[in-house]
């Protein structure tokens, strides 16, 4: 009876040994408190793109409200498409990226169900070898031991045994459960990063509609380019034509002068010499007590002649020719065109007329007008002619003088236009002295540069 009892309580203990036995502490999983690795970097990157391709559309949105040239615009166009190459480029990286993660994720999920299941083929193997042995026969222990010592030697043999099921138990649990949190945290992973690899390829179709739409923007600006430069060429041959018509024109007109003041100056020294001849024969009669050939009217008016000949001088004293406006906008010499970023000669000086379209223009100086008329790239123009120098005003909405009239210093001749090839209304003003071109704001202090 005493031996039943004894066996009841070992029974009860052996049985609570068995169920602490299956109680298992979780192990946590470390999660991802940080950003994966690589990935920090690929965002900086990103956030750094998107902040320069911002920056270019603004740079782009402020010159087209600006009106600006299409080679700026074209510019900040290519800039902008190089930017979202670039941007296409990272975020490849990251959705390369994220798909290594859940590879790796996964890879782990495979080691963890690698390890319980090893842990539950050992579990497996000793549950069977309990099955054979009868498990913990208690009882046979009891009944064999010959003394307490001998049953207590047994219980720690026991125990021991009991330990190591138990330590068995607890690896398999273990097993199980981290397999669990590694699949959970894979899933919740998986989840994440494909939402984030879903958002990356939305923002690859943005980006590449963006794309598109520059090229096809380009594309336009480059043909508008193309026309214009075409224009361009086509003005600009006009334009140079009309100078090189002007040129000739002044060209003309001062050897007409010149002959003519050689002519004048050899009449002058024939009606010298013509008074000379008619003094010395007046002396002559005299002295031989004549009646002189010439009289005195007729002596005057060879001396007349005589005074009257030679070259005449230039007037190099100009005054200002627009008189309410002092500002240049473009100077004399090589300039590039605003639209098409060529360069080409300008020949004289453009003074600012905005806002005061039909104002007087003035004769710089005194002098006779050579031509008053029109011309597909000059407009109205206007050549003076000085003496030695020659003025030339042109894109003038209406002319107030004709050729071969003679005009004073600070007459009006014309007024503010926008005619043949201008953008816009101004006086178009240059200087020749003899037959060459010159600066004319060399003549003038106190003007004003503005965007040129």
């Not at 009892?5 to 408190?33: G, H, N």
């Not at 003005?235 to 003309?252: G, K, L, Y």
Request: proline share 2%; glycine share 6%; net charge negative.
């Amino acid at each position: 009876m005493k031996n039943k009892k004894t066996i009841s309580v070992i029974a009860v203990i052996m049985a609570v040994l068995m169920i602490v036995s299956l109680v298992v502490s979780v192990i946590p999983v470390t999660a991802y408190a940080d950003e994966p690795d690589g990935l920090s970097e690929l965002k900086a990157q990103k956030s750094q793109l998107s902040d320069q391709v911002k920056e270019c559309k603004e740079r782009l949105e402020a010159l087209r409200e600006q009106k600006s040239n299409v080679l700026e615009q074209k510019t900040a166009l290519d800039e902008q498409k190089r930017l979202a190459g670039e941007q296409l480029k990272v975020i490849a990286k990251e959705i390369d990226k994220y798909s290594e993660l859940i590879e790796e994720k996964a890879k782990e999920v495979d080691a963890a169900k690698n390890k319980e299941q090893r842990q539950l083929e050992k579990y497996r193997s000793r549950v069977r070898a309990m099955e054979e042995n009868g498990g913990y026969n208690i009882l046979a222990m009891v009944l064999q031991s010959d003394n307490f010592s001998d049953l207590l030697t047994a219980f720690d043999d026991m125990g021991e045994i009991m330990a190591s099921d138990k330590t068995l138990q607890k690896q398999y649990m273990e097993a199980r459960e981290e397999t669990e949190e590694v699949k959970a945290q894979y899933e919740a992973e998986k989840a994440e990063f494909e939402a984030n690899q879903a958002e990356l390829r939305e923002e690859q179709k943005e980006i590449n509609s963006q794309i598109e739409e520059a090229d096809k923007t380009l594309k336009e600006l480059e043909q508008e380019i193309e026309k214009a430069v075409k224009e361009y060429e086509a003005a600009e041959a006009a334009e140079q034509a009309a100078a090189a018509t002007i040129a000739s024109m002044i060209a003309q007109f001062n050897a007409q002068k010149a002959a003519e003041q050689a002519q004048a100056k050899a009449d002058a020294e024939q009606a010298a010499s013509q008074v000379e001849e008619m003094n010395r024969a007046n002396q002559e009669a005299v002295d031989a007590g004549q009646e002189p050939p010439y009289s005195q009217d007729q002596i005057n008016q060879a001396q007349e002649a005589a005074n009257t000949g030679g070259a005449s001088g230039g007037d190099s004293g100009f005054m200002w020719p627009v008189p309410c406006s002092t500002r240049v906008t473009s100077r004399f010499g090589t300039r590039t065109d605003p639209f098409t970023g060529q360069t080409s000669v300008h020949n004289g000086i453009d003074i600012d007329g905005f806002g005061n379209d039909g104002a007087p223009v003035v004769a710089a100086a005194s002098g006779t007008v050579v031509t008053a008329s029109y011309d597909g790239a000059y407009g109205n123009y206007i050549i003076i002619n000085h003496g030695g120098t020659s003025t030339v005003y042109a894109h003038m909405s209406g002319l107030a003088v004709s050729a071969g009239e003679y005009v004073s210093q600070g007459q009006t001749i014309g007024y503010l236009g926008d005619t043949g090839r201008a953008t816009g209304t101004h006086l178009h003003f240059e200087v020749y002295v003899g037959d060459s071109r010159v600066d004319p704001a060399s003549y003038f202090s106190g003007l004003t540069y503005y965007n040129c």
